[in-house]
T-cell receptor, first 115, second 113 residues
Framework: NAGVTQTPKFQVLKTGQSMTLQCAQDMNHEYMSWYRQDPGMGLRLIHYSVGAGITDQGEVPNGYNVSRSTTEDFPLRLLSAAPSQTSVYFC??????????????FGPGTRLLVL | GDSVTQMEGPVTLSEEAFLTINCTYTATGYPSLFWYVQYPGEGLQLLLKATKADDKGSNKGFEATYRKETTSFHLEKGSVQVSDSAVYFCALSDPFNTDKLIFGTGTRLQVFP
């Protein structure tokens, strides 16, 4: 049971380049989300999904795109990287519903540097 | 909107000292409250949680009590260890969309032998 996995662990991009951060979970969780972590600002929600085919914006969605074609995968796309997107990105997943363990499980993170 | 405020760090303690990390929140409705811990180079892990007023969450010697009257959820541990050195995040679940978490800025704890 791998939990939540993220690739790559570290990436350097040039301004204007695009890339996809991968996130996968093997716990059959309906809810998946992407956060960015910046010094002094905690974690901020970028996008989230409550199931395959359903996505929505979080607090800081600009410059990012997501899709959810399967329950397991939730990739985050940077359309045209900017230095302001230099950050550590975390993916998380959880069950939904009103009962059971709805703890959010986090991946190990992807550290992104945009030059 | 809903928000979480944590004390700024770093908090520096000697081993076996008493730890308190303050957390207060602003929310409409009745959110669940959480403490997450992030060890160096890792993602966040749930440390403890409380889902209603006066509930006490506890785990690994850490405790926090959901205080509705003071809108607080302070984290405490009676005797810290070097291995407790990490960043601690207080969070609440959006009362109207309980899948979503709202995080504080995090408090770094450094414990020295």
């Amino acid at each position: 049971n791998a939990g939540v996995t993220q690739t790559p662990k570290f990436q350097v991009l040039k301004t204007g380049q695009s890339m996809t951060l991968q996130c996968a979970q093997d716990m059959n969780h309906e809810y998946m989300s992407w956060y960015r972590q910046d010094p002094g600002m905690g974690l901020r929600l970028i996008h989230y999904s409550v199931g395959a085919g359903i996505t929505d914006q979080g607090e800081v969605p600009n410059g990012y795109n997501v899709s959810r074609s399967t329950t397991e995968d939730f990739p985050l796309r940077l359309l045209s990287a900017a230095p302001s997107q230099t950050s550590v990105y975390f993916c998380a997943s959880s069950l939904r519903g009103t009962s059971g363990d709805r703890t959010q499980y986090f991946g190990p993170g992807t550290r992104l540097l945009v030059l | 909107g809903d928000s979480v405020t944590q004390m700024e760090g770093p908090v520096t303690l000697s081993e076996e000292a008493f730890l308190t990390i303050n957390c207060t929140y602003t929310a409409t409705g009745y959110p669940s409250l959480f403490w997450y811990v992030q060890y160096p180079g890792e993602g966040l892990q749930l440390l403890l949680k409380a889902t209603k007023a006066d509930d006490k969450g506890s785990n690994k010697g850490f405790e926090a009590t959901y205080r509705k009257e003071t809108t607080s959820f302070h984290l405490e541990k009676g005797s810290v260890q070097v291995s407790d050195s990490a960043v601690y995040f207080c969070a609440l679940s959006d009362p109207f969309n309980t899948d979503k978490l709202i995080f504080g800025t995090g408090t770094r704890l450094q414990v020295f032998p």
